[in-house]
């Protein structure tokens, strides 16, 4: 069964760091863009970071210069280091990956979503 895996998500102080781990499993032909996702309570999910297969990164504004994407194909995992987390950091990360999987005798991409990681940034 293919899914996403998150980790690494927690408690941490204001100014702290955290780094957070996707890793892909179940038999995949290929891994395309992935990124990063939070949904705050009473908030509308949002984009936070992505990377393209090739390793383009785009971060959403306010986490430029302290996040920071990463991909090891070899390793089928994503990373993102946070870094100088404030409070509005805080939420419900979720990895997201378009994944090339064999579906009804053909080999598409797929669009998957992990189960997400907590992330609480205290001030």
């Known amino acids: 069964q293919v899914q996403l895996v998150e980790s690494g998500g927690g408690l941490v102080q204001a100014g702290g760091s955290l780094r957070l781990s996707c890793v892909v499993s179940?038999?995949?032909?290929?891994?395309?863009?992935m990124g990063w996702y939070r949904q705050a309570p009473g908030k509308q999910r949002e984009l936070v970071a992505i990377?393209?297969?090739?390793?383009?990164?785009n971060y959403a504004d306010s986490v430029k210069g302290r996040f920071t994407i990463s991909r090891d194909n070899a390793k089928k995992t994503m990373f993102l280091q946070m870094n100088s987390l404030k409070p509005e950091d805080t939420g419900d990360y979720s990895c997201?990956?378009?994944?090339?999987?064999?579906?009804?005798?053909?080999?598409?991409?797929?669009?998957?979503w992990g189960q997400g990681t907590q992330v609480t940034v205290s001030s």
């Open positions: 997201n990956a378009g994944l090339v999987v064999a579906m009804y005798d053909q080999v598409r991409e797929v669009e998957y």
């Open positions: 990377i393209t297969r090739g390793g383009n990164t």
């Open positions: 179940g038999m995949i032909y290929g891994i395309n863009t």
